[in-house]
């Protein structure tokens, strides 16, 4: 098959050459353990590229290997701006391959192989029985500053999800939750039957991050920026820090890891849902 290639620089100045032609903590505790399979390896490759195929899917190249899953399937992803993003990973990666800060590969890893085995229906379902236990629904009733940094942060939030799908959602402080009302439920439904698989597997992956749908979809919908949808899922946290204080770098380390889990999250969304190309042209050092 004939490749053209094309030299294209990622965000870390390097060139990459182009070539041309479950249940919820089930799923969790899965992927987990998917993308983890190995954490560290010394790299064994020099060059990062990719290629279109002849079925159109991009592949990856590790110097002349072709990248395959863990499952053994052959890596391809649906269009040009996620290839590159995915060889951004790899080619940013120095003398050890630290597997667990590649998101973007998981979750195409995930798309790919489906260790779960569940279909898009299955997986709209799971990800829908956290709008039962959303965090932005449930409220505590004391202390009294809390109550008052939840109404005052998560308020809005919810009422924006309301106005935008012009649904009920409504927030409580009782054990049980509060009491989402079917319709509510079946226009959210209607709603993520309309993402693809691999964009179903980024947002997924991004409502376990977060523990809420409506912080998840209010980011999608760029209501939220990663960051303040982050914070607010940590608010209670956040809070009991402010008051009583933290370990310093555990608690850093925590919020940017949580960050880069939900950046990746939200891009693999974007990237996976859109029919995607890059300008093709060369770049000199």
Partial sequence: MFRRIVQLRNSFGNVISVCKSCPRDQYSRCLSKYSTASTERKRFYQDVSISQGDDGLYEINL??????????????????ALAIAVATEWDAQRETLKFYT??????CNTALDNPTQRSKEQMINSALKFL?????CYRVDEPLGLVELQKNE????LHW????????IGSSS?????????ATKDTFQQHLSSYSLWSMTGLEFVITQLKSVLLSLAMVDRYLTVEQAVLLSRLEEEYQIGR????????DY????????????ALFIQLSSENLTVKRKIMQD
């Fill in 132 to 136: 039962e236990t959303d965090t932005i």
């Fill in 174 to 182: 009782s054990i049980l939750g509060p009491e989402i009302p079917q």
């Fill in 161 to 168: 999800m309301e106005n935008r799908y012009n649904v009920t």
């Fill in 254 to 265: 925590d919020m940017y890891e949580l960050r880069a889990r939900t950046a990746a999250g």
């Fill in 244 to 251: 009583w204080g933290n370990v310093e770098w555990a608690h």
């Fill in 102 to 107: 590649m998101h973007l590969t998981t979750l």
């Fill in 154 to 157: 998560w308020d809005p939030v």
């Fill in 63 to 80: 110097d002349r290997r072709k990248l395959k899953t863990p499952g053994g399937k052959l890596f391809t992803v649906p269009n040009e």
